[in-house]
């Protein structure tokens, strides 16, 4: 693929470049931003026959702040490579400093050491780092921690101001309410949203495995030659005992009220379809689902068409107009906001605690 950066125009040393991945990206944080814009053109238009992904800068960004703004496509892999060709490109052009504008953060489920595998976001981290970005705006993370891996300023924006503000305008009757924890992961962002509402809280607990759980692998599988002297005979390590989920059981009171089910990320939604079947058994009359961003991949706007979930609402960091296509039963809340005065604030040195107030640890 070949690609280049077309600019014509830059204004008070700010400059913004917009990636292939999705022409939504070129829309996000611009509404706000009255900045001229950098377009990528279209592969086609470029004469480069090769596999490979190709940046060319067309003007000088020498001395200028540089924001990247880089959604997440089906091809995430195409798009984080082509992310870091961008961001190396700027900082041999002697860009001033680098942003990178991630909505959503690429590998933020592999976080965590599985079994024999590895921490993948730390690996991405280190790859943007090391491509020359000096500061990344992202939106929920999926686990806060993941801002350590970076050695970089990181702004962890927060979209449930903007949820939270679709529910009270949205949902007429909210006020009866329950907000819902499919799980007891998600128990504490369930929790700042039943407070911050004054609503109930109710947990599901003893749902299947999902795709984060520990899965059974070689390391549990007893050695095929008994070994000696690995430990002393007179010592006995001793054994974990394994989990085992209960039935499946709501943690609260969710009869004759609207259940209102959050999460950071919608993606395989089998386990929020299972949820609202079990919510819906226990007498809950109208199910809303509720997440920052809405992978919604595979049949997923099916299986949400014909479940018993009322509406899913996510926001835009992620495009999914082709899934609106397929289901209406999916909502947008728009994000931009956040983001282009987020652009704003750091192109003018100004203080980013305005769009951290009330946020707390948990949060």
């Known amino acids: 693929v070949g690609c280049m950066l077309d600019m014509n125009h830059t204004k008070g040393g700010l400059v913004i470049f917009t990636a292939n991945s999705h022409p939504s990206s070129r829309e996000l ?17 470029v004469p480069f026959v090769s596999i490979e992904t190709r940046v060319q800068i067309q003007e000088s960004v020498r001395g200028k702040d540089v924001f990247v703004i880089q959604t997440v496509s089906k091809d995430v892999n195409t798009t984080i490579m082509e992310l870091l060709i961008m961001v190396y490109a700027c900082r041999t052009s002697c860009a001033r400093s680098i942003t990178g504008v991630l909505p959503y953060f690429p590998y933020s489920k592999q976080c965590k050491m599985r079994k024999r ?8 981290a280190s790859m943007m780092c090391k491509a020359g970005l000096t500061h990344l705006i992202t939106m929920d993370l999926h686990q806060k921690e993941i801002q350590g891996f970076f050695n970089i300023p990181v702004d962890n924006l927060r979209a449930s101001p903007f949820l939270l503000q679709y529910i009270q305008e949205e949902i007429p009757d909210y006020r009866n309410a329950v907000i ?6 998600s128990a504490k962002r369930a929790q700042s949203f039943a407070e911050r509402l004054r609503l109930g809280l109710a947990v599901i607990h003893g749902e299947a495995q999902d795709a984060e759980s520990d899965q059974v692998d070689g390391r549990h599988s007893p050695p095929t030659v008994k070994t000696t002297g690995a430990i002393h005979p007179s010592m006995e390590i001793p054994l974990l005992i394994p989990k085992e989920k209960p039935p499946i059981t709501v943690v609260g009171d969710v009869g004759g009220r609207i259940a209102i089910i959050v999460d950071d990320i919608i993606d395989d939604v ?5 949820a609202a079947e ?9 199910i809303f689902v509720m997440a920052t961003h809405g992978l919604l ?6 299986f949400i068409e014909e479940s018993a979930i009322d509406e899913v609402v996510v926001t835009n960091t992620i495009p999914h107009e082709l899934q609106k296509l397929q289901c209406p039963k999916i909502k947008t809340v728009d994000i931009s906001m956040i983001l282009s005065e987020a652009i704003r604030r750091i192109h003018n040195g100004e203080s980013m605690s305005y769009l951290f107030r009330n946020i707390g640890v948990d949060d």
């Open 29 to 45: 944080a611009t509404e706000y931003v009255y900045v001229h814009v950098c377009f990528l053109l279209s592969p086609s238009h």
């Open 270 to 274: 089998d386990s929020f379809v299972a």
């Open 278 to 286: 079990n919510l819906k058994e226990r007498g809950a009359y109208k």
């Open 180 to 185: 819902v924890a499919k799980s007891p992961a």
């Open 297 to 302: 991949s595979s049949e997923a706007p099916r």
């Open 117 to 124: 595998g590895s921490i993948v976001s730390k690996l991405i």
